[in-house]
């Protein structure tokens, strides 16, 4: 773990200070890689470089910044995969992390950690640049289904574990809702909700796996779903869809929180979304006919 986590390393060339977080994205500032340069003739712009590698201690970033300027290359498995500009090194870093979802880094991390597991990534409109942020890339929220009256007070020991690594809220007193095209069925829930910077994102999913906090054998409703801060936001609530054999389902967590919408609300947003699905499919059977 980085000791500094946030902090800033500051230095100073010719009356021209730079910063640079000991965090960025997926990688740890590697102080000893910190050169300065001090200009010899006025005209020169004073320039420092330096490194970010991974916990494993492998390259992931390289920085040059000048007076206006910056230049990052980043690296994966060995070869440089990006190069990116900007006038500051926070506008060069909002650029990258604006493509995050093409990283093969971060494609590589999402396809380990969910193989073989109920878990979900929600990003409704497929946009994850509205959540970017520097210098931690984004801040992903796990939502964690714990369905069953007293299973929340079970899973305590768990949780308290999991909280002295990563922030969570718990929310008391929500519904897993499901509609067919007949009826809406309720699931009591309570849900945990774990925040964690793109640095973290694979080793707090392992966590939450390891601890046998995802109940196996159940649909993708009672897994662990990944969203971002504005798609888990108040008043949002996003709708997925499935099949189970020949029949489409809806289903959706509903939150009793204040700013959420009401669960009368939430029962006709999923019946209109199963009906659009299922319009969809028609559609398709048609067209391909």
């Known amino acids: ?158 949780l308290i574990s999991l909280g002295s690594h990563f922030i969570h809220e718990v929310v008391c007193g929500g519904e897993i809702l499901v509609a067919n095209s007949k009826e809406v069925l309720h699931c009591f829930a309570d849900f945990v909700e774990i925040y964690v910077k793109l640095c973290e994102f694979e080793e707090a999913v392992n966590q939450i796996f390891d601890m046998g906090l995802v109940e196996p054998g159940k649909p993708p409703e009672f897994g662990l779903h990944v969203l971002d801060p504005v798609t888990a936001t108040r008043g949002a609530f996003t709708v997925c869809c499935r099949k189970e054999g020949p029949i489409n389902l809806a289903y959706a967590h509903w939150l009793n929180r204040p700013g959420d919408i009401n669960v009368i609300k939430a029962e006709e947003f999923l019946m209109e979304s199963l009906n659009r699905e299922r319009k969809k499919l028609n559609e398709q059977v048609i067209y391909s006919n």
């Open 1 to 158: 773990m980085d000791p500094n986590n946030g902090k800033v390393a500051r230095a100073q060339i010719g009356g021209t200070s730079f910063q640079l977080p000991s965090r960025i994205g997926f990688g740890v500032l590697d102080y000893r890689t910190i050169r300065r340069t001090s200009p010899v003739y006025q005209k020169w712009e004073p320039v420092v470089t330096a490194g970010y590698v991974a916990k494993e201690g492998d390259p992931v970033y390289e920085i040059w910044i000048e007076g206006g300027s910056c230049h990052v290359e980043e690296f994966f498995d060995g070869k440089r995969i990006a190069v990116t500009e900007g006038k500051t090194i926070e506008e060069t870093f909002i650029k990258k992390f604006q493509e995050i979802e093409k990283n093969p880094r971060f494609l590589r991390i999402m396809e380990k950690v969910s193989k073989g597991r109920n878990m979900s990534f929600i990003h409704p409109d497929g946009n994850l640049a509205r959540s970017v942020t520097f210098p931690l890339g984004i801040i992903f929220l796990l939502r964690l289904a714990v369905c069953g009256r007293d299973r929340i007070y079970d899973l305590g020991e768990a």
